[in-house]
């Protein structure tokens, strides 16, 4: 259920060490929900400030920078950096200084009484006096096999992450909404030219940015179509879609080196609806501008499960030591008025 191994998040057989505290029934003083870069750098954070963090890695470990290739806006990496050896050498970095690391997702959480009582997997339960939430956003994708296949190796979600790999080349984007029409507007900066194909007659997208793009001279149109396979290799990259008219059900290929999917995310906030204050698109919604307090008492939030308009992991893992640095603040508080036994080494620092 734990593993002190950073990297590998997978149950351990029976007859391993016992649980971490916290799945006893003693509450740990913190725990976070998920292992992309929000959550791990709040670990960093929260381990160097004594609290001996529980993290627990969600299903897809390492998060969305575990599922691309090259990183290049990483602060620190001058020649770039692999996504998942970025995130490798986070985990490194918080367990070094005492993040312990528990597979599997937080399937239902009681916040209505502290300690928070969450639920991993169906069954294991654990308390803790604080929550960090880091859960993402997963990007919504086509449902075709070939896109998982491709994924990072010419397919993206991310115009602003990929679109530089693109310099010089014809590519396409799928999507009719305003994210659709942004991230190809964006990407006419590296492309020849940029292709959006949308399965139905008409945009959904605002006016505004349905203008801007119509009258951009590298961005053209396909309508009522779908993109029926992506054909490629993980070595090669993409070199053609199957698109598919859903009027007259003709399939043509479309030769393009590289496929935006801008069909929209959804944050992985379902296990806290009905007890967090989400927005309409099931975000969660920050207290106040500069903080990561939710509506809920020692509760924080960070990350891509926060943020709709950046969605960088530069941007997440700046809010995830926001979120570590209120927590660690509102338990010294709390410890204060309720007179816990203090992390090892906290009295010192004060
Ligand atoms: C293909 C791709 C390429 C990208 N490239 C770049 C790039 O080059 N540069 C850049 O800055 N950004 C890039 N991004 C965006 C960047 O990856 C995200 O902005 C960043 O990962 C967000 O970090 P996060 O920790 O908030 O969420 P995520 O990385 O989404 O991590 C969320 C974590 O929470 C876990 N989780 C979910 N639900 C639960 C639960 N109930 N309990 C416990 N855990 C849970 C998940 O399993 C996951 O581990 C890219 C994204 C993608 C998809």
Redesign the pocket.
Known sequence: MTSKNPGSGHAPASGSPAPPAGTRGDPRHVVI????????TAAVYAARGNLHPLL??????????S??T?????PGFPTGIM?PELIEHMRKQAARFGTEYMA????AADLSARPFRLTVDGKHEVHTRTLII??????RMLGIESEKRL??RGL???A???GFFFRGHEIAVVGGGDSAMEEATFLTKFATKVTVVHRREELRASKIMQDRARGNPKIEFIFDSTVDEVIGTKEGGITSLKLRNLKTDAITDFATRGLFVAIGHTP?TQ?YAGQLELDTRGYICLKHPHSTATNIEGVFA????VDHVY??????AGT?CMAALDCEKWLTHERITERWDLPEGEEERE
Not at 33 to 40: D, E, K, N, R
Not at 104 to 107: F, I, L, P, R
Not at 134 to 139: D, H, P, R
Not at 311 to 316: E, F, G, K, L, N
Request: charged share 10%; aromatic share 2%; with cysteine.
């Open positions: 929900l998920g292992s992309g870069c929000a959550g791990l627990v890695n969600g299903h897809e470990s390492g998060g969305q920078l599922l691309t090259e990183v290049e806006n990483f996504g599997g997702s937080a399937t880091a859960s993402g956003a997963s990007a994924l990072g993206s979600t991310c602003t992450c990929d992985n296990a960070c990350g891509d499960a969605r960088q992991a530069v941007t997440a995830g």
